[in-house]
């Protein structure tokens, strides 16, 4: 197993990414560093996210969104996105077993992961 290095700035940026449950920019991630009182270049946060999402400590969430998000939750789950905030949620029910079989059975393909993101109007936003 490969020697995982957290550097000052990589454990900044996961306990950011950790203590954080709406899924944050890298911009966010950097605004709230600042917050804390710490200045990193946009580099090192950058090239920080692609380290803690290779060594499996995070994941980078492609919502449809121009920009990722991050998601310290590595357990098996899916997202919810609002479609005119942007708000994301997780969503922890399961995808019914029936679902997988008729995708692979459609598809051809040994469905190995699955990550579905739903969309949607969040109850803040349907209320205004």
């Given at each position: 197993m490969?020697?995982?290095?957290?550097?000052?700035q990589?454990?900044?940026i996961?306990?950011?990414?950790?203590e954080?449950?709406?899924h944050?920019t890298a911009?966010d991630?950097?605004?709230?560093?600042?917050?804390?009182g710490?200045s990193?270049?946009?580099?090192?946060v950058?090239n920080?996210l692609?380290?803690?999402?290779?060594?499996?400590?995070?994941?980078?969430?492609?919502?449809?969104?121009a920009v990722?998000r991050?998601d310290a939750?590595?357990d098996?789950?899916?997202?919810?996105?609002?479609?005119q905030?942007?708000?994301?949620?997780?969503v922890?029910?399961?995808l019914?077993?029936?679902?997988l079989?008729k995708i692979?059975a459609e598809?051809?393909?040994?469905?190995?992961?699955?990550h579905?993101?739903?969309?949607?109007?969040c109850?803040?936003?349907a209320?205004?």
């Amino acid at each position: 197993m490969t020697k995982i290095n957290l550097t000052t700035q990589r454990k900044a940026i996961l306990e950011v990414i950790q203590e954080s449950h709406d899924h944050p920019t890298a911009a966010d991630i950097i605004e709230r560093l600042r917050d804390k009182g710490s200045s990193f270049a946009y580099g090192t946060v950058y090239n920080s996210l692609r380290y803690l999402t290779d060594a499996g400590l995070i994941q980078e969430l492609k919502l449809g969104e121009a920009v990722s998000r991050y998601d310290a939750r590595m357990d098996d789950h899916h997202h919810i996105m609002c479609k005119q905030c942007g708000r994301v949620e997780e969503v922890l029910t399961e995808l019914p077993e029936e679902w997988l079989k008729k995708i692979a059975a459609e598809t051809k393909f040994a469905v190995q992961e699955a990550h579905v993101v739903l969309e949607g109007v969040c109850e803040r936003c349907a209320n205004k």
